[in-house]
Nanobody, 129 residues
Framework: QVQLVESGGGLVQAGGSLRLSCAAS????????MAWFRQAPGKEREFVGR????????YYAVSVKGRFTISRDNAKNTLYLQMNSLKPEDTAVYYC??????????????????????WGQGTQVTVSS
């Protein structure tokens, strides 16, 4: 089991930046593929990006590529999401998620919520225009 706690959300003006953190505890953090998702009111949970367990390879949704950067510090058991050039449409609750190596997924990367085993409680990001 992995417990995840997000922090760093808040209110920012369009064009601004925020850095989200996700602190992990429990199972060995470096053994778990990590990702960020977001969910806006009335919409389904949406994939933002993921980072590999050890090779640290990243993959992003088209909507955030070039603006958001995912990183992880396995020594600190922490996942990060640096968000730059924020837009009002980035407003959502942001969730970090973790996946065990043996959990099934289709495609080259895990991008669906049901391909992840662990979830944080979420942190609100609001971007004003």
């Amino acid at each position: 089991q992995v417990q995840l706690v997000e922090s760093g959300g808040g209110l920012v003006q369009a064009g601004g930046s925020l850095r989200l953190s996700c602190a992990a505890s429990g199972r060995t953090f470096s053994s778990v593929t990590m990702a960020w998702f977001r969910q806006a009111p009335g919409k389904e949970r949406e994939f933002v990006g993921r980072i590999g367990r050890r090779d640290l390879s990243t993959y992003y949704a088209v909507s955030v590529k070039g603006r958001f950067t995912i990183s992880r510090d396995n020594a600190k058991n922490t996942l990060y999401l640096q968000m730059n050039s924020l837009k009002p449409e980035d407003t959502a609750v942001y969730y970090c998620a973790g996946a065990e190596p043996d959990t099934y997924y289709s495609g080259p990367y895990r991008v669906a919520p049901n391909e992840y085993d662990y979830w944080g409680q979420g942190t609100q990001v609001t971007v004003s225009s």
